[in-house]
């Protein structure tokens, strides 16, 4: 769920070019988040509170923003939203009669409703292909005292464990898999969509 503050002044900041809407929707996509939720909070602080014209200007400049990034628009539910106050979180709200509610195309089907908690509801769990060969594109790769090299990714395909042999490309370097951690923490196995870090056994950051 991308968060976007409606206030007057707000908005701008964060859609400006190194604002945090940008950064964050571009961090979403890149980190693999397929399906979006855009959220129009702190519609009550807008002039004058509540307003469409101030919803509808936001909801198109994220969608085409968004769009440049790789995500389609008419999947992306866009929700009027006040979390201060309640509205269209989880309930209708009666200070935006004019909102007709939120509808998105995807080729799985179409999906609509009013309320953000709605929007939530309606995400498609993702496809996890643990079946399919390990493919995890490297983000970085870290030389950490202690313990040595650490490759660092997104595993998209099959499953990622210790005491794997693993191939990296292109340098064709084959090697072990020591260990394999989530946020600090030792995984036995890892799925696609997790973002790890795995330590390699006698491989220096310069071949990676």
């Not at 795995?198 to 950051?205: A, D, H, L, W």
Request: proline fraction near 6%; aromatic fraction near 6%; hydrophobic fraction near 40%.
């Amino acid at each position: 769920v991308l968060i976007v503050a409606a206030g007057t002044g707000e908005f701008e900041a964060g859609i400006s070019k190194n604002g945090q809407t940008r950064e964050h929707a571009l961090l979403a996509f890149t980190l693999g988040v397929k399906q979006l939720i855009v959220g129009v909070n702190k519609m009550d602080s807008t002039e004058p509170p509540y307003s469409e014209s101030r919803f509808e200007e936001i909801k198109k400049e994220v969608s085409s923003y968004i769009k440049k990034i790789g995500y389609n628009p008419a999947a992306v539910a866009f929700v009027p939203i006040s979390g201060w106050n309640g509205d269209n979180m989880l309930e209708v709200s009666e200070k935006m009669s004019w909102f007709k509610g939120w509808n998105v195309e995807r080729k799985e089907g179409k999906a609509d409703g009013k309320c953000l908690i709605e929007a939530l509801d309606a995400i498609l769990p993702p496809s996890r292909p643990t079946d399919k060969a390990l493919r995890l594109p490297l983000q970085d790769v870290y030389k950490i005292g202690g313990i040595g090299t650490v490759p660092v990714g997104r595993v998209e395909t099959g499953l990622l464990k210790p005491g794997m042999v693993v191939v990296f490309a292109p340098a064709n370097i084959t090697t072990e898999v020591k260990s394999v951690e989530m946020h600090h923490e030792a995984l036995v196995e890892a799925c696609p969509g997790d973002n790890v870090g795995f330590n390699v056994k006698n491989v220096s950051v310069k071949e990676l």
